[in-house]
């Protein structure tokens, strides 16, 4: 079969977290749908959004965990974070109070996911330039002092959201390379591709569960 | 009869002619006899006239006068023979005046019988005809009233026949749009999105008129329903409640507009309208107080409708907060609103900024909801606020500013207080939305409990996918299904809730999970 719906060598499980309003829904909307959404309801709980990309010629499926950003519901989305190979980390270049908090969820990332976890910092609303209250070079301090990449993003232009998608991505399927992240660890966050279920008679890929 | 007249007067006319006649010619010859009388005599034939036969006599004794008395004589016999003529004539005319004066008096008595005749023929004639005339109308009026029976019963029959044949349109127009509904899918491709769905229908635009022209037949009964290009080409269709709904597919528009007209129909159906009365009875009997009784529940069950809706919410809200409103008094929720603040100052402040940045991303598609300065974004900040400072234990959580934002659209802002409060410590435990979300995360065990024993299919393909349940159905314990089912349901979940608390609230979500349970 040709580039089927199923076709891709690994599932990669990202999760996105931050503060309230900080925009990740709409990084996550722009990243599956390129496209800025302008007006939609903020999350409650977690929400969910897939994507296939493609690293060093692996097809790669992104399957991305938005969280919601108010404080009571961590107790909640807490439970997501295990078994993340990448985490987005995003504040809002705008507040500073965001950018303040990022060291609380740091903490959270750090301690509910697996040491290989990739930990990606992202500025958001990077188009609101002239109401920025943290600078880049502050929060690339941050970055490099924990040992973060960080870019720079807006959801609304969509300047830089692939990269950070990607960037995370490809650290991810070189940490598989390198051998340094084990598949085999139930919380790796990655699952290697599940193999269709022949038939007895090989009538070729079998119905799966598509998620 | 005229006629007749005529003729008679002319006859005795014509005899008296006659006589006169006779009479002149008698006077020129006789002059002495004047006495004769005809009409005395009657017969001209018996007359004798002696002075004639006297002078007669004289002529034959003197000779000498013998050639002058043979001359008179001859004259005289001349003249007797004339006037024997005359008489004779006379006598001829007497007897055909007689005659004609018999025949007139025959035919005046005639004349009389015939007028008398006629008279009664008129007569008979006039009730013969008139007993015919009404005979026949009477046979006319029987049979008319027959044909007019029998034309009756058809026509029963025929609007009999009508009336269940509109019934049985309005049924397959109601599972049309319903078919059409179910017409809609999520192609599989590699990128899953929610957004990527479509309608697919056989047929070319062959369901797009029809239900075009169902749309527009309907809006003549209820003009609130969209159209179709106020759904399409950019432009977008506010609905009853402020929702905007506009489409870049003109199939998803086609595929909304029968959602509108589906209940639509249900809305028309008789059963809606026998339970619009029942409820309309209730409220009267129950002067605004509701007991949870079977006849209440059964009422519920069936939807509260549209023009109730906002009483029934309001009754149930203050039967649950009555005793609330009693310890805090009438002004309570005015002095929040106007209150500056408490003396956990900074703990509201940061319940405040939470606020703020949902204000917008509330109901950013409805009209009262879309801009800052809507009135709608505005009675929505002062109740959330109004609530934080009532509650700073609890405070603000995402999910009530959803609650709040769906109540406003039907109670006032400080009926919608009331809800928040009646909500958060009435109907669901105080933990429910505290600091951890304690009571809505037990919850959510509770169902997974229950989805694993009622439902063990969808249990068990969620556990293949490694998917907690809870992903999915937090939000709706949290905001009471406010982005789980279409918004035209979402009051009746939550007029099911009102009276119920939470074991409904989780039967409700069993039932929608039930409808993805794949089959055994």
Known sequence: MAAGPYNYSYIFKYIIIGDMGVGKSCL????TEKKFMADCPHTIGVEFGTRIIEVSGQKIKLQIWDTAGQERFRAVTRSYYRGAAGALMVYDITRRSTYNHLSSWLTDARNLTNPNTVIFLIGNKSDLDAQRDVTYEEAKAFADENGLTFLECSAKTGENVEDAFLETARKIYQNIQDGSLDLNQADSGVQPKQLPRTTPAGGGDAKQCNC | LSVVDDADIAETRQSRYYQNEIRNWLNRHQPGMDTFDIHSQGDLSTYTCPELLSKSNNSAQSSQQSSLVGDRIESNLQLTEEVRQFREKEHGYQQELQRLNQKNQRLIVEIEQLKQLSQNRDQVLDKNYLLTRNRFLNSEVVRLSSKWQDEQSQYVQLSRRVIDLEAQLDQFKQQYVYLLQSCIRIPVCERHSVELVEVKLFGGDV????????????????????????????????DLYGF?????????????????????????????????????????????IFINNKETRALVRNGI?????????????????????????????????????SADVEFSTVHQKQIMLDLLRTMPNNVHFSSPTCKGVNQLQTVLRAYCLHNSTIGYCQGMNFIAGTCLLFLSPEDTFWFLVALTEKYFVSSYFDNSLTGAQADQEVLKDL?????????????KCDIDLATVTLNWFLALFFDAVPFQLNPIAFNAIKPYQTEVEIAVQIGLLAISEPPP
């Open chain 1, 28 to 31: 996550l909307h722009q990243f």
């Open chain 2, 305 to 341: 409708p549209s023009a109730y809706r906002s009483t029934v919410w309001r009754c149930l809200i203050h039967q649950q907060v009555v005793d609330y409103k009693v310890k805090y008094g009438k002004y309570y929720y005015r002095n929040l609103c106007s209150s500056q603040g």
């Open chain 2, 451 to 463: 989805v694993a024993h009622m439902l063990p299919g969808l249990a068990e393909h969620l556990e």
């Open chain 2, 207 to 238: 369901h797009k008129k029809r239900v075009c022209q169902l749309l527009d037949e309907a809006r003549r009964i209820d003009p609130t329903l969209p159209t179709f290009d106020s759904l399409t080409s950019g432009n977008s269709h506010v």
């Open chain 2, 244 to 288: 905007r709904h506009s489409y870049a597919e003109e199939s998803l528009a086609l595929h909304y507009i029968c959602t509108q007209l589906h209940q639509h129909y249900q809305s028309q159906l008789t059963a809606q309208q026998q339970h619009r009365h029942r409820w309309k009875l209730y409220l009267a009997q129950s002067k605004n």
